[in-house]
């Protein structure tokens, strides 16, 4: 075997490693699910209207064509909650007589080519009886509205309600009650790899090889399997090179189902790639919410009090396994962020409309949250004609653990220190001089700040406490040294760009004495990987880092009771590095190749002591922990046009021991584009029939290199005892954050027009509509 | 998003393309250049063209050239080729300017400025720059060729007074006078994406005052076109801010603004009003 020699003699756990992942993508080397043949191609006939009764369906002589009437044997998609007056409602896999949003699937086409299925799909006449679509939450909570479902009364899908005890004795004794009614418009994550599925026959077995661009492989096979009638074992689900998911590739895609149905009944392979219209229609969206908040502070700016009420649009269907629950529940648990609030008042609904179903997206719920809580504390801050920072200095956490009046429990944290570290970084006092003196030749600089908590790492008792019938949480991982030396983690976890490979190859390195570069991660794909959840929700390096561990320490024991007994010495006298077992204090060393070849072709010099082969399993499944930052926005806004241009962004977070620097910064990076763009660009619209208007990448705008400023990066490492390697979750972060401080800062640099922009996205056209009915708008000529 | 089907032809010379357009137009034969406008629309099926002619492979139709008193422009010259200014003087820089807030770098590389003015998208930048500077069009077909002012080509939202059969060959700028004064200003949601509202403009400074002021304004209407009103304000006054905003005023009165879901008949207003005096805060030496 290679010599395991490069190691440097200090840890490989925090070093900027290259990421194993990038040679192969940035080659054109990536393997996608469109890349691959298939025999029949399949195009998806979709409702053009978002509400109404399917009459005839209507196919030219000859064409290969799927309808509900075909799928009688399958069972809807139906996920479960057993709490928050959940109401079980089904999604048929082709809708079923009924259409409840436009873009919904009604059929779908089959033929020898993609063009070909296309042109088909063109000829397929369905004659849809039109009735009244309800777009808006706020209108489908309104008595007498048409129901979506019927079992779902009121159109109300989940309704949560927290209210602590003595929280109106509390509110009374407010000096001042501050308010925001936020608004937050529809999104759609948009991965650059749209959705794509590939399902394969194999007549010698009988098994099927569902390819496709997922986060939760496990889960797919089981619920394709579920509503299938068919065994775990028939189905294999690959995930291969994925290009990004936020969330919408960790829904359940009923295209998945039929594409499996499909392959089995045609004994053939078939394959579907979703194109950018439909991924904008008829994916998945988010954010759609309305949320009013109100504060009670007390005379010194103490939040003493919170009463919210979140109305979350949840579309037409239920997502699995989340449910559509996972929205408004999130804003319930968290909407008091990272602020000491001991009474809290709040109803969170989620909302049936004839929309495309949301689906958990980056962040989930709390980068409206934030953005709305973060208004408050802006508008108390102005109320007390103190810096925002200051009000908040007043209210952040600062000892733990800490308990949150929704139960949530914040381990070691630096709320108040990145905070203080962002200020000094952006160095405030100086902004606040250029941005008077600024407004004074008539420009309007703004700073925001925002400062959050991320709940990332949980495993399955904070599922179970929303009471889901499948509770995701814990992840395994196998752990494996061959007898050619390599080592190869074989991980429940499905990352699709996060370089999860690389920074899990640095954490097992480092317990067991081998180069990261002779560790192999395997994942995606469901017959070499041990059941997992996939990657969602900041969790993949806070649990498959914990699994790896237990599975790296494991085998680290193995190695050195195999090294004690041929060294003949004591285990505790024995360390791992750079490839060999070395008894300290001496010239003896013995590589681990040999140690592992030896458990493999010569177990019977251990006299039965040591099991045969090196292979562990590692299973980790905590509690959670709390990563937290506070992010920084400098805008001007061009009060003519009510265009904001972002000159500058930064970054102060805690997110524990940092695995590997450069990855973590990228998921900030990333995470505050989108953020970004949420709260100046992207908005799906619908007009008032129902139909999409932001249908192509020149209507929902994400923002482009040239929309995203400098991001300025801190890191604070706070170890925490919530996670055993230490690291704290960042996925989401990035995203929570930044369309907060985005909007604090538009609203700082309107302070003199005292206008309040309180919906994002804060496109020009609704900045000028509010400084227009400021009233307060200068006419006067000047020179730029 | 494939388009429907389709056949192409790649005639040689423009007299192949005229007689392709000929037989083939009633057929709803269309002339693909850049492809740039055409094949997004083809993939969404929103057009359908059953022939495509292909003039990327004409000779000489790239050309860009002085011919007298104008800058020629073949019908196949990209937007591209004007990144670097295509002839010394004042029209050169003007394009090398206009032509960076078009799209992106390899859209530039493909489209052509011909196939602009023949697809007439309201924002179009070229659009924008033949109106306020008088382009004249050179317009072939079968039945011989014609010579169109740019305000009798353009005639709303793509639309543009080309017969079916009708090639657009080359396109005439202006060559400008050598002390002409240019300013452009345009408003995009994001980098390269359609202006909401542009402005170019043009004038001279004699003695120190404005005088042949051209005002275009764009992407507010249905098309580019100049503004009498605004152009009025300026002729014979010293540049000064109070010009400009009275400018930037006239321009938002005189313009009838398209409205859409997002946007509505003030806001475009307001963007016209700003477009305008910033090209004209642009336009100073
Ligand atoms: C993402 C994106 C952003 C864009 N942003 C901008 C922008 O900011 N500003 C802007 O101006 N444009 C923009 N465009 C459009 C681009 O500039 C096109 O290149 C241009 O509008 C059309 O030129 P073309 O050569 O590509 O024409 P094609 O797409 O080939 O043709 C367009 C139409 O004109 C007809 N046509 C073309 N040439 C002739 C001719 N010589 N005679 C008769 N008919 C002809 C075609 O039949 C077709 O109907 C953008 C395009 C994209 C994809």
């Known amino acids: ?784 | 998003m494939k388009p429907a089907p389709f056949t192409r032809h790649v005639p040689k010379t423009i007299d192949e393309v005229v007689s392709a357009l000929a037989e083939f137009a009633p057929q709803d034969g269309r002339i693909l250049a850049g492809g740039q406008s055409l094949v997004p629309i083809m993939a969404f099926r929103m057009a359908r063209p059953t022939h495509l002619i292909d003039i990327n492979e004409v000779e000489g139709l790239d050309r860009i050239a002085i011919d007298g008193d104008y800058l020629s422009i073949g019908a196949r010259a990209r937007h591209g080729a004007f990144h670097k200014p295509v002839i010394d003087g004042v029209l050169g820089k003007l394009l090398a300017f206009v032509v960076s807030h078009i799209a992106h770098y390899p859209i530039r590389m493909r489209g052509t400025f011909c196939g602009s003015l023949a697809h007439a998208d309201p924002s179009s930048e070229w659009c924008l720059v033949a109106a306020t500077l008088g382009a004249q069009l050179v317009v072939k077909s079968v039945r011989g060729e014609r010579i169109v002012a740019v305000e009798d080509f353009l005639e709303g939202i793509m639309s543009t007074s080309l017969a079916e059969d009708e090639f657009l060959a080359e396109a005439r700028l202006p060559l400008l006078p050598a002390d002409t004064q240019f300013g452009f200003y345009e408003f995009s949601r994001r980098a390269g994406d359609f202006a909401m509202a542009a402005a170019l403009v043009t004038y001279r400074l004699v003695d120190g005052v404005i005088v042949d002021a051209h005002v275009g304004i764009g992407g507010a209407e249905d098309r580019p076109r100049r503004i009498a009103e605004a152009e009025a304000v300026l002729n014979g006054q010293a540049p000064s801010p109070d010009l400009f905003v009275a400018a930037g005023e006239a321009a938002a009165d005189a313009v009838e603004p398209l409205e859409d879901i997002l946007t509505t008949a003030e806001y475009r207003c307001d963007l016209v009003r700003a477009v305008t005096r910033r090209a004209l805060e642009r336009s100073l030496p």
């Open chain 1, 1 to 784: 075997m290679t010599a395991h020699t490069k190691g440097s003699g200090t840890t490989w756990v925090g070093r900027s490693l290259r990421r194993v992942e990038d040679p192969a993508l940035v080659t054109g080397q990536g393997r996608f699910t469109a890349d691959l043949p298939a025999v029949h191609w399949v195009r998806f006939v979709r409702s053009s209207v978002a509400a109404g009764t399917i009459g005839s369906i209507t196919a030219p002589d000859g064409a290969g064509i799927v309808t509900a009437a075909d799928l009688k044997s399958l069972k809807p998609i139906r996920p479960m909650l057993s709490k928050f007056n959940y109401v079980a409602v089904g999604q048929p896999i082709l809708a079923d007589g009924v259409v409840r949003f436009t873009g919904e699937a009604i059929a779908a086409v089959y033929a020898r080519g993609k063009d070909e299925a296309e042109d088909i799909a063109e000829l397929i006449e369905v004659e849809i009886a039109e009735t009244s679509p309800l777009i808006d939450a706020i209108d489908a909570l309104a008595d007498g509205a048409p129901l979506v479902h019927a079992e779902a009364t009121g159109n109300v899908i989940v309704e949560g309600r927290i209210v602590t005890p003595g929280f109106d004795e509390v509110w009374k004794t407010a000096h001042t009650i501050i308010r925001v009614d936020g608004r937050s418009r529809r999104q759609n994550a948009t991965p650059m790899e749209a959705r794509a599925g590939h399902a394969a026959f194999d007549a010698s077995t009988g098994r099927v090889t569902l390819t496709c661009t997922t986060q939760m492989p496990h889960l797919t096979r089981t619920a394709v399997c579920d509503i299938i009638g068919m065994p775990e074992s028939d189905l294999r689900v690959v995930a291969p090179d994925v290009g990004g998911g936020f969330g919408q590739k960790m829904s359940l895609a009923p295209e998945y189902v039929l594409l499996v149905w499909l392959a089995r009944k045609l004994r053939s392979s078939v394959a579907w790639t979703e194109d950018r219209r439909e991924n904008l229609i008829a994916s998945f969206h988010s954010r759609d919410q309305h949320v009013e908040l109100e504060g009670a502070f007390d005379k010194g700016g103490k939040l003493l009090a919170l009463r919210g009420d979140i109305v979350a649009n949840v579309g037409a269907y239920s997502c699995f396994p989340t449910t559509s629950g996972v929205e408004p529940l999130m804003a319930l648990a968290e909407l008091p962020g990272p602020y000491d609030v001991r009474a809290y008042h709040c109803r969170s609904r989620g909302v049936l409309t004839h929309t495309c179903p949301m689906a958990p997206y980056r962040g989930v719920s709390r980068p409206v949250i934030t953005f709305v809580l973060e208004r408050l504390m802006d508008k108390a801050a102005a109320f007390f004609a103190i810096e925002p920072t200051e009000l908040r200095r007043r209210n952040l956490i600062d000892t733990f653990p800490y308990t949150s009046a929704t139960g949530l429990v914040f381990d070691d944290g630096s709320y108040k220190a990145t905070m203080e570290m962002a200020i000094a970084a952006i160095d405030l006092r100086s902004f606040r001089k250029q941005q008077q003196t600024a407004r004074e030749n008539g420009r309007y600089l703004g700073i925001g700040f925002a400062t959050f908590s991320e709940r990332t790492g949980y495993g399955t008792p904070a599922f179970a406490a929303r009471g889901m019938a499948i509770s995701p949480g814990f992840e395994t991982v196998h752990l494996s040294i061959d007898p050619s030396g390599f080592v190869e983690a074989r991980i429940g976890s499905s990352p699709h760009g996060q370089g999860l490979r690389t920074s899990l190859a640095q954490i097992i390195a480092d317990e067991i004495g081998i180069d990261p570069e002779f560790i192999k991660v395997v994942h995606g794909d469901t017959d070499r990987s041990p059941y997992g959840w996939g990657t969602f929700a900041s969790r993949s390096l806070v649990l498959s880092g914990g699994a790896s561990l237990i599975a790296a320490q494991k085998i680290r024991a193995k190695l050195v009771k195999m090294a004690g007994h041929m060294l003949e010495a004591a285990p505790e006298d024995i360390t791992l590095q750079a490839g060999s077992a070395h008894v300290i204090g001496t010239d003896r060393s013995i590589t681990i190749a040999t140690l592992v070849r030896a458990a493999y072709h010569q177990v019977h010099i251990f006299n039965g002591e040591i099991e045969p082969g090196m292979t562990e399993t590692g299973t980790y499944d905590p509690s959670g922990t709390f990563s937290n930052a506070c992010h920084v926005a400098l805008v001007e806004v061009d009060i003519d046009t009510g265009r904001v241009e972002m000159k500058k962004f930064l970054v102060a977070e805690d997110a524990g021991l940092i695995i590997n620097p450069m990855i973590a910064d990228g998921q900030v990076h990333g995470g505050v584009a989108q953020g970004i763009g949420n709260a100046l660009l992207e908005e799906i619209i619908y007009d008032e029939t129902g139909n999409i208007l932001s249908s192509t990448l020149a209507d929902f705008l994400p923002p482009t290199s040239r929309e995203i400023p400098e991001i300025e990066l801190h890191h604070i490492e706070t170890l925490t005892g919530n996670s055993i390697t230490k690291a704290k979750g960042l996925g989401e972060g990035g995203a929570i954050g930044a369309p907060a401080a985005v909007i604090s800062a538009i609203n700082d640099a309107l302070s003199p027009f005292g206008v309040s922009i309180d919906e994002m996205p804060a496109t020009p056209q609704r900045i000028r509509a509010a400084l227009r009915s400021s009233g307060k708008l200068p006419s006067h000529g000047r020179f730029a």
